[in-house]
Nanobody
Framework: QVQLVESGGGLVQTGGSLRLSCAAS????????MGWFRRAPGKEREFVAA????????FYADSVKGRLTISRDNDKNTVTLQMNSLKPEDTGVYYC???????????????????WGQGTQVTVSL
């Protein structure tokens, strides 16, 4: 069992930055690839970014490439999403997830994730 808790969301203006964190507890954090997803109002949850167990590879949705950066610290059991140049379309609830899958093609699929946090709200104003 893995427990995930997100933090760092808030209200920011267009072009601003936020840093989301996800703290993990329970079974060995380094056994899991980690991902960030988001759910915009009225839409389904969508993939944002993922990082492999060792943090040696990262993956991004096309809509966030060059603006968002995922990283992890296996000693501190945390995964971080640095969000720069934010746009109103980045608004939503952001969730971190943990997956035992190791094939990168699985990382963008919500069904690949066994554990989820409760989410943190990000609102980008005009």
């Amino acid at each position: 069992q893995v427990q995930l808790v997100e933090s760092g969301g808030g209200l920011v203006q267009t072009g601003g930055s936020l840093r989301l964190s996800c703290a993990a507890s329970g079974r060995s954090f380094s056994n899991y690839a980690m991902g960030w997803f988001r759910r915009a109002p009225g839409k389904e949850r969508e993939f944002v970014a993922a990082i492999t167990r060792r943090g040696d590879m990262t993956f991004y949705a096309d809509s966030v490439k060059g603006r968002l950066t995922i990283s992890r610290d296996n000693d501190k059991n945390t995964v971080t999403l640095q969000m720069n140049s934010l746009k109103p379309e980045d608004t939503g609830v952001y969730y971190c997830g943990a997956t035992g899958r190791y094939v990168s093609s699985a990382f963008a699929r919500e069904a690949s994730y066994a554990y989820w946090g409760q989410g943190t709200q990000v609102t980008v104003s005009l």
